[in-house]
């Protein structure tokens, strides 16, 4: 493509400009080849001439590619175009994170960003690179994923100036993998990992003039894994820079821990260091700067030492740790003086107070410190000789020391660190993370400058090499021929740098020389290298040299070179410091390899020594040690070997500008590192070949406008690209096809977007045309229409006006007639009307006056009569009741003296058994008295409805003659009116009373009004008051809403900690099973290796044991204590006495019983088993005594009647075991046993009747009471009635009270005698159970005689009928049978098994269940059932955890037995729903509170485990199904060019996703949860949707944009509609949409003007402010269609939104996490327990049906 064709009229270049580097420019001429000059415009629309040298100037981008996400997909690649897309994404969409092919271009923001939550790292977990927008977290990611998929180790490489954020990227990068990773073994682990992270800032990090937390050393950090799980971690440090401890500049800082120390110097434990303010010391106060903003050095130093903690160091070693701190700042404030002007030698004053408390932290001499501060050691062959040194000498003496004990203190505290961040077990895999200094230039440059450009050197060979390999390997995979083309290789400057002869080299060998110099090393240098190309000597006649590195030329001062790579420290002090008494101190000193130093050395006195050392004592350190470039350049290879063995990836931090503002972009200082970073050089070997790359589907997405009709004919996409392709690029070497993409040069997809967007502008224009053209036609057309309907109209309009003048004119002459007519017939009609009232009026009076007459003589003889009778009537009454109640007074004496004898008789042991033999023949005479009083009450009350009828119809009719009566005074009294009106019509003429009518009309008419206008002012009054009240009721109503918003608000944050509580109550009680396992485990294995050794006990307690939930049963006797039924003592004695023969003894499969059973007799056997029961017997039997003492007094003697008689009788005598143990047992004492317990039973049974009996009289008897009790209420009830009408007679009002004082006791005793009624009825119905247990288990055991077979056979368990006609709605079972029951219904329980059951049936049978330990008075066993219950139910839910239909099976059965034990408790607020006979089925004796908390907490574990389950199933599905499938087509290929995306399709849609959710709606149903629950799980899951699609949609650039937002909103209303189609609407599931919808909304509505940005407000309702202004710098406009959004819209909208919702934090992304509190409700169960069916396949048969 000739340059002409691209360089034509309108087109945009750049051109160099010298404050912004590069500038934008408008082609006005088109260029010609040939032509010297090209016209250009800039962009304040000024002329300019550009002349063209050697090329043309580089051209623009396309708009849609600017600001993309990869630096590489750019059409064209050069230096302009990278930063012009790194400063639009920095300034306009606040992107700090941008790819440049493998390498991370990181811009400092300068301002907190809330990008780095958790809810980020998680969202970019599992996602590959190119999926979300470029971020730390993505690369980590990538780095992460290949060492988990290949084994491989991987390595971060993070690099910039001071400033530039490598500390905080290399933090972000760890707290990524330590929260991805996890932990193996060590739970603490991770935050050791993190903890390393403040220890490493404190010592290592110093505040400069560009950066205040800069690290001023390199450290790599290699991150240890396991199975994907961190294990541990390693740091290696590079080339300290130990000169800040003595010197700084201005401005600037020493390191973090001296200003930490300083800061909290008066903590008590740092009292005693002599610290003070940082001003107060030399080595941190040259800079002037003692305290850095945003820093907290005191907070610092808390971290600090909490980190020091969590890696294990102790606080003793921690303080020691800060004296050698405190006495290096000591160290610097010491004073050395001079002993004269020429300065041959000097000295410290004895006296100086800092050298006291250097010696004393120290714990050395102060003597020797000031010796070998002043002077210095030299040996030669023969002597030694202390040579005085000057004041300078001695001053860099001490600066020396202060650097080395700094730097041993680094060491220490790495090797600590790494100590503690070691694991044991070692690692597989690693990623390291190194955090290197980059390229530095600066105005004097010196040994460190060197080192770090040397480091970058490697560095940049290394990345050299590592993206040529890459850019080969694409182009091999897809096959595409490429030429090879050469890169920048920067291996002639390593070699002058490290090779033979080189800088290094000189340096090492002038630093061996005594009288080695700075100047004297720069003159071998110009003498060696002046030659290389990579070398110069600056014009200036200084010791300084230029090194050109690649990433432009240095210029290095060779003062200080010589002897800072020497790093020379006095022996003599530092024999001091080992031989002082500070272990620590020792320890440091001692890590370096040095051993002590000779004696001699140390006790040197006097001027000169005398005699000669050995050559030991010769100081060969400085010989043996290495210089400070050796040991960097041997540290430097080491780390290149480990990088080389790793898969690298890069990280480039950019700082945009010196002054530190946020989002500042600073074009000359981005430049610069840039290209020091080696980024224009990743492009220029990426633009060398095929920089832009897409896949098929991609380009066929993009660009099916450009193909025609006829290529788009074949199926294969790879043939319809070449096609095209080929007919638009008519140059093949501008593009290549691969296997799976299509590669172009640079510019080609530019030339291609333009001709897209000249298809898609004709397209427009087509469709303009045609659609103006359409309009106007229809414009006419209504037109048209609107006058011919506006003639039609008109003209109607006056013909109807000429009808209506007619009709009018006939109508008022007929009108005329009409009233004139009217008018006489009138004035006739109202004179026949006056005077034929006047006659009817005149007979009607005569009439009315006879009748009233006759009326009043028949009411008076009536009136007579009643009265007469009622006088009789009131004497007859007031005689009865007077002796009626002297009848009552004597009465109530008898009955007093009757109960007296009554009570005493009571206290009796003979009347209490006469009342038991009479309590049930009472109770069926009382229940049938209340009937006959029941018959009576109703015959009574339909008596007395009939005379209320009869009394209501006489007033009735009282009523009526009272009105007529009254309506003939009216008419008397109209009659006297009327005629007093004809006299005075007679008087005056017709006219004179018309006028005198009208006035009385006028007058009423003003009456009238005066009302009205009353009745307005009170209407308006009322409305007044109405509106006040209404207003009084809306405030009210607000604040009682706002109340109770308060109080749900607060309930569900109880709900929420109390299910948090639950939560992590499950986690911990998860955490002790696996524990209980690992031990049971253990012991397993320990016991497979040991040999068995059970006796017949044993094993017969492990058989016992393994049919119950019970830990352990060591014996029969034991377990029939613990688990017998309290329902009586015969019970548990029959079930006591159930022996367990040895013939139904499990035995292992292929073994043979054990040794020590095969001598023993089978009758020993059974002699001991009915030992051991006997034992139980009476343990049980003294228990139950014990109980009846207590509760049972006034029967005690009766009570203990059966046990007295197993007292006074021996029971092993009554069973025949009196002999001694050793002799053999014979059939005659089994049958002698089964004798004895026939003979308990009988004695029990005659017993049992005999109270039957007593009780039955005694029900008679309180029967009787009752009824005399109820008349007597009835008498006293009609005397008060009656003394009521005499109020005046007060004696009888006081025998009144007394009567009801009197009442009310007996009320008293009467309820006293109906609860003992209720007690004699529930022992009736023990007893007869009882009786009749022992007759079916006296049956049932007659078998027992042929015991004396080898093989027995077990007794049945006792059988417990119902009563006869009676369902007690219960099952019955026995402490034995509780693991059967589980097993049963919980463990092997399967619905499928059992179709057409009840979902929640195992819920009621464990319920039924329950009711019988209830009704059995057996708390402890109904608490063991629920208990197991709930076992195992968690043991179901730990194996089938990832099952949804199991979890919302439990979870319903769990809900169904809460609902159960609430509504059948004996709280009344849980009765309302139930029916008659659900009450007679209340728990009468537990009390199920503490059940309840339990299964309530149950319930909330299977609640979150059912919402965890779904999230699993529905996480993968989200973002595909909402955000990358395309229900709409056609809307994808309006996404822009650029960014990197995954070329497959998406793995889930919108109807999976959908159907998903049906699923588990449909499952939540089938197993009959509470629909309010269910509403809750899928309001739970919409808000997992909405959250992780908005989550995605913010950090998706590619997915904000107009066409996404269409697609989005359609996905949303699918959800709405599925929603309405399901019926759960109610559910709230819509409302956790809304966020979502309104990220979806605006991204479709405009956004340009001020009137935009405030709709724009309004909208965004529930976005917070951060969300929206992150969608809105994240929109990417459609090409040639939308303009791009301003940053001034953006911020007007930001303003707005925080001036309209405050400014307050706001977390960016949704936190999917989050748990809504789940409510259970109380539902009634409709199901009568009586009626429940229990399948045959659930194999309960054991369990009997009461």
Not at 841 to 851: E, S, T, W
Not at 1733 to 1740: C, E, K, M, T, V
Request: net charge neutral; with cysteine.
């Amino acid at each position: 493509m000739a340059a002409g064709d691209l360089y034509v009229q309108g087109a945009w270049v750049w051109i160099p400009d010298c404050v912004e580097v590069w500038r934008v420019a408008e082609v006005t001429r088109g260029y010609k080849e040939g032509d010297a000059i090209l016209y250009l415009r800039l962009e304040d629309g000024s002329a300019l001439a550009y002349p063209i040298e050697s090329q043309l100037p580089p051209l623009c981008n396309p708009d849609c590619l600017s600001g993309a996400d990869d630096l590489v997909a750019l059409s064209y690649l050069h230096e302009p175009a990278v930063l012009h897309s790194l400063r639009r994404r920095f300034l306009e969409a606040n992107a700090i994170y941008t790819y440049c092919g493998v390498i991370l271009v990181a811009i400092n923001p300068y301002k907190p960003l809330p990008i780095y939550e958790e809810e980020v790292i998680y969202a970019y977990s599992g996602h590959e690179i190119g999926d979300m927008d470029p971020h730390i977290f993505a690369l980590a990611e990538e780095a992460y994923k290949q060492m988990v998929r290949f084994g491989k180790n991987q390595s971060l490489i993070i690099s910039g100036e001071s400033g530039a954020g490598k500390t905080a990227s290399a933090k972000y990068a760890m707290r990524y993998f330590t929260t991805v990773g996890g932990c193996l073994c060590d739970s603490s682990m991770e935050e050791k990992v993190l903890a390393s992270s403040p220890i490493m800032e404190a010592f290592g990090n110093a505040r400069t003039t560009r950066n205040d937390n800069s690290s001023r050393f390199g450290k790599y950090i290699e991150i240890g894994f396991s199975q994907a799980r961190v294990t541990g971690a390693t740091i290696k440090t590079y080339l300290l820079e130990k000169s800040r401890v003595t010197f700084h500049a201005k401005a600037e800082r020493n390191y973090h821990i001296f200003y930490q120390l300083c800061a909290s110097a008066t903590l008590p434990e740092l009292q005693g260091l002599g610290l003070r303010g940082a001003e107060s010391f030399h080595y941190t106060s040259q800079g002037q700067c003692t305290a850095a903003q945003n820093t907290n050095d005191v907070a610092d130093l808390d971290s600090t030492r909490h980190a020091f903690s969590l890696l294990g160091v102790p606080e003793a070693n921690q303080l020691e740790l800060f004296s050698i701190l405190a006495a290096i700042l000591h160290l610097g404030n010491i004073v050395v003086r001079g002993r004269d002007r020429r300065g041959d030698g000097c000295f410290v004053e004895p006296a100086d107070k800092a050298l006291g408390l250097f010696c004393t932290l120290l714990g050395v001499e102060a003597s020797q410190v000031m010796r070998w501060l002043c002077h210095r050691k030299l040996v030669t062959a023969g002597e030694t000789y202390l040579k005085p040194l000057s004041r300078q000498q001695a001053l860099d003496s001490r600066d020396a020391l202060a650097k080395h004990m700094y730097g041993q203190v680094f060491r220490w505290m790495v090797s600590r660190v790494n100590r503690a961040l070691r694991s044991p077990e070692g690692h597989r895999t690693s990623i390291g993370i190194l955090d290197i200094y980059g390229f530095e230039m600066f105005e004097l440059n010196s040994f460190e400058q060197f080192c770090i450009n040397y480091a970058n050197e490697k560095l940049q060979q290394l990345f050299n090499l590592h993206v040529f390999k890459l850019e080969q390997e694409e182009y091999v995979a897809e096959e595409v021929p490429w030429v090879f083309v050469d890169f920048c290789d920067n291996q002639p400057c390593i070699e002058l740098i490290e090779g033979r002869l080189g800088i290094l080299d000189l340096l090492n060998e002038e630093c061996k020389m005594p009288q080695g110099s700075d100047g004297s090393w720069a003159q071998k240098l110009y003498q060696t290298h002046l030659s290389s190309s990579h070398f110069q000597k600056p014009k200036r006649p200084t010791d300084a040299f230029v090194v050109c590195h690649f990433a432009g030329k240095v210029e290095y001062q060779c003062d200080g070179f010589v002897e800072k790579n020497r790093d020379a420290v006095p022996e003599e002090l530092v024999g001091l410091l080992r031989a002082s008494k500070s272990a620590l101190l020792a320890e440091l000193f001692l890590e370096e390899g040095d051993g002590p130093t000779s004696l001699q050395s140390r006790r040197s006195s006097g001027p000169r020594m005398a005699g000669r050392p050995s050559r030991r004592s010769l100081p060969n350190s400085q010989k043996s040690k290495k210089s400070i470039s050796s040991q960097f350049k041997a540290s430097l290879k080491r780390l290149m070997e480990m990088l080389g063995s790793t898969t690298p990836h890069y990280i480039r931090c950019i700082k945009p500008n010196d002054g530190k503002q946020p989002f500042v972009f600073d074009s000359r200082r981005a430049v610069e590192q840039l290209r020091a970073c080696g980024v224009l050089e990743t492009i220029r070997i990426s633009a060398s070949g095929y920089p832009s790359r897409w896949t098929y589907q991609e380009f066929l997405e993009r660009y099916r406008a450009l193909v025609s009709r006829e290529e788009l004919m074949d199926t294969d996409e790879k043939q319809i690209c070449s096609l095209a392709l080929e007919r638009l690029l008519q140059d093949p070497s501008k593009y290549q096809c691969g296997k799976s993409k299509v590669f172009f040069r640079a510019g080609q997809v530019a030339y291609l977007e333009e001709l897209r967007y000249r298809r898609l502008r004709s397209a427009c224009v087509l469709l303009q045309r045609h659609l103006r053209g359409w309009l106007a036609r229809m414009r006419f057309q209504r037109a048209r229409v609107a006058a011919v309907c506006l003639q039609r109209h008109a003209r109607g309009m006056l013909a109807r006006r000429f009808t209506r003048m007619l009709r009018r004119t006939r109508a008022a002459v007929t009108l005329q007639k009409t009233l004139r007519m009217v008018l006489a017939r009138r004035s006739y009609l109202r004179v026949r009307r006056a005077v034929i009232t006047i006659q009817a009026f005149a007979r009607g009076m005569f009439a009315r006056r006879l009748y009233q007459q006759m009326v009043w003589h028949q009411k008076a003889v009536v009136i007579q009569a009643a009265v007469r009778g009622w006088l009789a009537r009131t004497h007859y009454t007031h005689l009865r009741r007077t002796v009626i109640y002297l009848q009552c007074c004597y009465r109530r004496v008898q009955a007093r003296r009757e109960l007296r004898w009554l009570r005493i008789k009571a206290r009796s042991v003979e009347h209490y058994k006469q009342l038991h033999k009479g309590m049930e023949i009472k109770v069926i005479q009382l229940q049938c008295r209340l009937d006959e009083q029941a018959q009576e009450k109703q015959r009574l009350a339909e008596q007395l409805s009939g005379l209320n009828a009869a009394h209501a119809e006489e007033v009735q009719r009282l009523r009526a003659e009272m009105q007529q009566l009254r309506e003939d005074a009216a008419r008397d009294a109209q009659v006297q009116q009327l005629q007093e009106r004809l006299a005075e019509l007679e008087k005056h003429s017709v006219k004179s009373c018309l006028g005198q009518e009208v006035e009385e009309l006028r007058q009423r008419l003003a009456e009238v009004e005066a009302v009205k206008l009353q009745l307005g002012e009170e209407r308006d009054a009322l409305i007044q008051r109405m509106l006040e009240q209404s207003q009084d009721l809306e405030e009210q109503h607000q604040r009682a809403a706002r109340e109770s918003q308060g109080l749900l608000q607060e309930l569900e944050e109880e709900r929420a900690r109390y299910q948090s509580l639950v939560q992590e109550y499950a986690r911990l009680e998860q955490g002790y099973e696996n524990l209980r396992d690992e031990v049971a485990f253990y012991r397993q294995s320990t016991l497979r290796r040991s040999l068995s050794s059970e006796s017949f006990l044993g094993s017969e307690s492990s058989y016992l044991s393994s049919m119950s939930t019970a830990p352990s049963r060591d014996g029969s006797d034991q377990q029939a204590e613990a688990s017998g039924d309290t329902g009586g003592d015969s019970v548990g004695l029959e079930e006591g006495w159930q022996p367990v023969p040895e013939g139904l003894q499990p035995q292992p499969s292929g073994e043979a019983p054990l040794k020590s059973s095969v001598g023993q007799d089978p009758f020993e056997k059974a002699y001991l088993l009915l030992l051991g029961q006997f034992n139980a017997v009476n343990e049980e039997l003294a228990r139950t005594r014990e109980e009846l003492r207590r509760s049972k007094a006034p029967v005690e003697l009766e009570e203990r009647k059966p046990l007295d008689f197993f007292k006074r009788r021996n029971i092993a005598e009554m069973l025949g075991l009196g002999r001694s143990p050793g002799k053999v047992v014979v059939d005659d004492d089994l049958k002698h046993a089964y004798d004895a317990v026939q003979v308990a039973n009988r004695l029990l049974a005659s017993q049992l009747r005999e109270e039957k009996q007593q009780h039955e009289e005694e029900v008679e008897g309180l029967h009787l009471d009752i009824c005399s009790l109820k008349q007597l209420s009835q008498q006293q009830a009609a005397l008060i009635q009656d003394l009521q009408r005499h109020q005046g007679q007060e004696g009888l009002q006081h025998h009144v009270l007394q009567l009801k004082e009197e009442n009310w006791e007996l009320a008293q005793k009467l309820e006293k005698q109906e609860r003992t009624t209720l007690k004699l009825q529930k022992q009736l119905r023990a007893y007869a159970k009882q009786i009749q247990e022992f007759t079916v288990k006296r049956e049932a055991t007659g078998p027992v005689q042929k015991l004396a077979a080898p093989a027995v056979v077990v007794s049945q368990s006792p059988v417990i009928p119902s009563l006869a006609g009676l369902s007690q709605a219960m099952l019955a079972w026995r402490m034995e049978d509780e693991g059967r029951i589980i097993k049963a219904v919980i463990t092997d329980y399967k619905p499928q098994s059992s179709p057409g059951a009840l979902p929640d049936l195992p819920a009621y049978i464990l319920f039924l269940c329950f009711r019988h330990a209830d009704h059995c008075c057996d708390e402890p066993r109904a608490r063991s059932l629920l208990d197991a219950a709930i076992s195992a139910i968690k043991r179901v839910m730990k194996k089938h955890s990832d099952d949804f239909d199991v979890v919302a099976l439990w979870l319903a059965n769990t809900c169904r037995l809460l609902n159960c034990l609430r509504q059948y408790s004996q709280d009344e607020t849980y009765w309302q729903g139930n029916t008659v006979r659900q009450n007679e089925h209340r728990l009468q004796n537990v009390d199920p509170q503490s059940s309840c908390c339990s299964l309530g907490a149950l319930a909330v574990q299977l609640y979150q485990q059912l919402i965890r389950t779904a999230e699993k199933r529905l996480k993968p599905m989200i973002v595909a199904a909402m955000l990358e499938s395309e229900p709409i087509q056609g809307l994808s290929s309006s996404c822009p060019p650029g960014h990197r995306r995954s070329s497959a399709a998406p793995a889930h849609t919108l109807p999976e996703l959908l159907q998903q959710l049906g699923s588990f709606h449909a499952a939540l149903d089938r197993h009959g949860l509470a629909p309010s629950v269910g509403h809750q799980v899928l309001r739970q899951l919409f808000f997992l949707i909405s959250g992780t699609t908005l989550n995605y949609l913010l950090l998706r650039k590619d997915t904000c944009s107009w066409s996404c937002g269409i697609q989005l909103r359609y996905n949303i209303s699918q959800l709405e509609q599925w929603l309405r189609a399901e019926g759960l609407q109610q559910s709230g599931a819509c409302e956790v949409l809304e966020p979502l919808v309104q990220a979806a909304q605006l991204l479709q509505v405009k956004k340009v003007t001020e009137e935009d940005a405030g709709a724009l407000c309004s909208l965004c309702t529930v976005l917070s402010t951060q969300q929206v202004v992150k969608i809105l710098r994240a929109y990417t406009p459609a090409v040639g269609l939308e303009e791009r959004i301003s940053p001034s819209f953006i911020s007007s909208v930001e303003k707005k939104l925080q001036d309209q919702y405050g400014g307050g934090p706001s977390q960016l992304l949704v936190d999917t996490s989050h748990l809504f509190p789940v409510h259970l409700p109380f539902t009634t169960s409709p199901l009568h327990l009586d009626e429940l069916r229990i399948p045959d396949a659930l194999n309960l048969a054991f369990l009997i049906r009461l």
